[in-house]
């Protein structure tokens, strides 16, 4: 019974990459390229710390630069753990469907992609930071949720990951921004 639920959702999940992934076209694929290059986005985290010398104490801005570091060597080491427990192929090393996706980036990653770090990490920031900011920045959380969805689904966009692989990250990038923002909130001045 829940092997043959496991076989439907992993149906599903491949069904959905193919469509999702056959929805690209070449013109935009520049634009998914950019939003899922990490480096990309220095000039955002640069304005995060503009806003947070702008809302917060210099002590607390620490305390928030530490627990972000922090909180992405865990969110990081967490993915590993993930994709070495669990074996799941990428979708361009899967044979069922390598043939039939469009692999936009030259390079395809490793050969496991459940869960995606950019998914939880993108995630990890944008609910401890959108937690902060929202304080003073009413909509920022709200941008940052839709920041961290275009950085997650841009990796099923260019073809290295599956939908349930950027869920997975999502919500284990959630749970651990919010745990962070907790415990944030006990040390900030």
């Known amino acids: 019974m829940i092997h043959e639920f496991l076989s439907k959702i992993i ?9 999702l992934n056959g929805l690209g076209e070449e013109q935009y694929d520049w634009f998914w390229l950019f ?3 990490m480096k ?3 000039p955002l985290y640069i304005i995060f710390l503009f806003l947070l010398l702008k809302q917060t104490s210099f002590s607390n801005i620490k305390k928030i ?17 993930f994709k070495y427990s ?4 990428r979708p361009c090393y899967n044979t069922e469907i390598q043939n039939l996706l ?3 980036k030259d390079n395809c990653g490793g050969k496991y992609g459940f869960v995606s770090a950019h998914a939880s ?36 966009y260019i073809g290295v990951h599956f939908p349930i692989d950027v869920i997975g990250g999502a919500i284990l990038g959630t ?3 919010y745990i962070f923002y907790l415990i944030y909130t006990k040390f900030e001045d």
């Open 40 to 42: 990309n986005w220095i």
């Open 121 to 156: 990490n993108h995630f990890a920031i944008a609910i401890f930071l959108g937690n902060i900011f929202s304080r003073k920045y009413k909509t920022s959380f709200f941008l940052l949720l839709i920041w961290a969805t275009f950085i997650a689904y841009s990796r099923i």
């Open 175 to 177: 749970f651990y921004g």
């Open 102 to 104: 469009r692999l936009v």
């Open 35 to 37: 939003i899922t290059e």
């Open 65 to 81: 630069v530490f627990l972000v570091i922090l909180l992405i060597v865990i969110s990081d080491q967490t993915v590993n753990l």
């Open 11 to 19: 149906e599903w999940d491949k069904k959905t990459f193919l469509y």
């Open 86 to 89: 669990f074996d799941r192929l």
